[in-house]
């Protein structure tokens, strides 16, 4: 199967009801859902998704599927709380795909780093699968996944197969167990990626995660003689529309929603460190 050929939404204004076929906790707060949904899209994209007399909010596509659309969701509020509560079987609406993603065809023959903190490993999980299904494309592939505890992994799964296809470095800041842990060392991800061999050799970064982290680990690829072109960050700002109207996610002229999430750091490193 070729997976270019995801079904185009016809009209991505239009919520779609879609139904859970997998419902599955990845921590105490995060669960991951699986949608009977197939949808052109690029890996980074976000959609909106609803829920009658509840809400609606932005969620980053975490997977790159012709099968399946797979959401991660961290409860933090009314629609995620109630996210939380459905299962296998229910029904949710989902609008989309919006945003700009990573435009994956500008990075072929290149080595790819990707930097995921916390609930931001989720949108880099579906650059991940688009990866594997173009692997002749990419070069040398760096995975440094940092997450706040052992509970707070995310994507337990899939980390043993991405240690068998990728070079994988997931930190923990803290081992609260003080157990041997998903090969997890512990510390900031800073740290992991400061003691790392990595050079900027013909090499695009990809960060997604708070934006302290994001702030720290640029500064360090700074220090090991990344340019800003090379770094690729995907923002998060709260945001209702999803598609330029009602200007809540706009920064110095930029809709986070239209001309991201996903940014070069160079077009937006101004307003990122206000
Ligand atoms: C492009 C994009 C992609 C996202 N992808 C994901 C994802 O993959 N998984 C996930 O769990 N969440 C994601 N989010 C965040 C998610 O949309 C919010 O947490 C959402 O508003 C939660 O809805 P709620 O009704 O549960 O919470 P609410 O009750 O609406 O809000 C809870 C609290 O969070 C604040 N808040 C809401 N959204 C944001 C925001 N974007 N930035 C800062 N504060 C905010 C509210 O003001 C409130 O204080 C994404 C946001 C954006 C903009």
């Not at 933090?76 to 435009?103: E, H, I, Q």
């Amino acid at each position: 199967m070729n997976p270019d050929v995801l079904m185009e939404n016809k009209n991505p204004y239009i919520p779609v009801k879609c139904r859970i076929v997998e419902w599955k906790r990845e921590s105490p707060d995060n669960f991951t859902i699986t949608l009977d949904l197939r949808l052109k899209h690029e890996p980074g994209q976000f959609v909106q998704v609803s829920i009658p007399g509840i809400g609606e909010c932005p969620i980053s596509i975490c997977s790159y599927s012709e099968e399946h659309l797979k959401l991660n969701i961290r409860e933090v509020g009314n629609m995620t709380s109630a996210m939380a509560k459905l299962r296998k079987g229910d029904s949710l609406f989902v609008r989309g795909p919006y945003g700009n993603g990573y435009k994956m065809g500008q990075f072929r023959n290149n080595n790819l780093i990707i930097i995921g903190g916390g609930c931001g490993v989720a949108p880099l999980k579906g650059v991940i699968e688009y990866v594997e299904r173009h692997r002749d494309d990419y070069k040398d592939v760096h995975l440094f996944l940092g997450y706040r505890s052992p509970d707070n992994i995310l994507f337990k799964e899939e980390l043993a197969e991405w240690r068998k296809k990728y070079h994988l470095t997931v930190t923990i800041d803290e081992n609260v167990h003080g157990e041997f842990c998903y090969n997890a060392k512990t510390g900031f991800i800073t740290d992991a990626l400061k003691n790392s061999s990595i050079d900027n050799g013909n090499k695009v970064v990809f960060i997604c995660g708070p934006p302290i982290m994001m702030n720290y680990v640029i500064q360090v690829l700074k220090e090991k003689g990344f340019n800003d072109d090379q770094i690729f960050i995907s923002a998060e700002r709260l945001m209702y529309c999803a598609f330029g109207a009602c200007c809540h996610c706009m920064i110095r002229g930029k809709f986070t929603c239209i001309d991201g999430p996903v940014f070069r750091y160079d077009e937006v490193k101004e307003y990122e460190n206000d």
